[in-house]
């Protein structure tokens, strides 16, 4: 599988954190992962805890046929640190095995309003908006705006070196079937300016940090679906 679709399939998860109250309940969970209805991938979430920090892994690997083009598996890993009375990042870090060239680091400095990034590289800083979030940390702004009963929210977001202004709406409500079980999920929308692409995630509203199906969708490309198959709680 090339490896822009499995990076993609690591940034499919992202965004900010508004004043917190949320719980955060560790798990580890399996996905399936899809392309054009084709099972390309697996992929593996986790949050957990580690001290003062909350960290979010994700490994992702293509299978079958599409292992022939790409057997590397691609890491991504969101740390939390409770600052100000908010679950803020802490750091990012994403890497491709046998491939320097993929390693990416960023480091968030909430006192001074700066950000570390190591990216394609090269090192430089960028100053950092008031509240920011990546693609783990999006559920935490999904399960904000549920608790405090918001069909929008406008954000900053950091992809890929770079932080761009993105908005998430809570667009409806939908039916999902997994492992042969009907599940009512909430469904919210996901964009950025300058960007085509769209994500959607789907929760059911009791855990709203746990996505149960995340779709990427983009015109003229075949869209990116990851697929809950297993959950245990920690």
Do not use: C
Not at 43 to 69: C, N
Not at 106 to 118: E, G, L, P
Not at 198 to 211: D, K, Q, S
């Amino acid at each position: 599988m090339p490896r822009i679709i499995i990076i993609i399939l690591l940034a499919l998860l992202a965004i900010p954190v508004f004043a917190i109250d949320i719980e955060l309940n560790p798990y580890q969970a399996s996905y399936a992962v899809y392309r054009g209805g084709l099972n390309v991938a697996i992929s593996e979430l986790s949050l957990e805890q580690s001290g003062q920090y909350w960290r979010w892994r994700q490994t992702s690997k293509a299978i079958g046929v599409y292992a022939l083009f790409s057997n590397k598996t691609l890491y991504r890993e969101t740390t939390l640190l409770l600052y100000d009375k908010q679950y803020r990042i802490h750091n990012i870090l994403l890497t491709e095995e046998g491939d320097d060239g993929g390693y990416e680091n960023a480091r968030f400095s909430w006192h001074d309003q700066k950000i570390d990034i190591q990216y394609k590289n090269q090192r430089y800083i960028e100053t950092m908006p008031a509240e920011i979030y990546d693609s783990h940390s999006i559920h935490l702004l999904s399960a904000q705006m549920l608790k405090q009963h918001l069909q929008t929210s406008e954000f900053s977001l950091y992809n890929k070196g770079k932080i761009k202004k993105s908005y998430l709406n809570l667009i409806g409500e939908s039916t999902l079937e997994i492992n042969q079980k009907s599940i009512e999920v909430l469904v919210f929308e996901q964009s950025s300016e300058g960007s085509s692409a769209i994500v959607r995630f789907y929760y059911a509203a009791e855990n709203p940090l746990l996505p149960l199906k995340i779709e990427r969708i983009k015109p003229k490309k075949k869209t990116i679906i990851m697929l809950l198959q297993s959950v245990e709680w920690r």
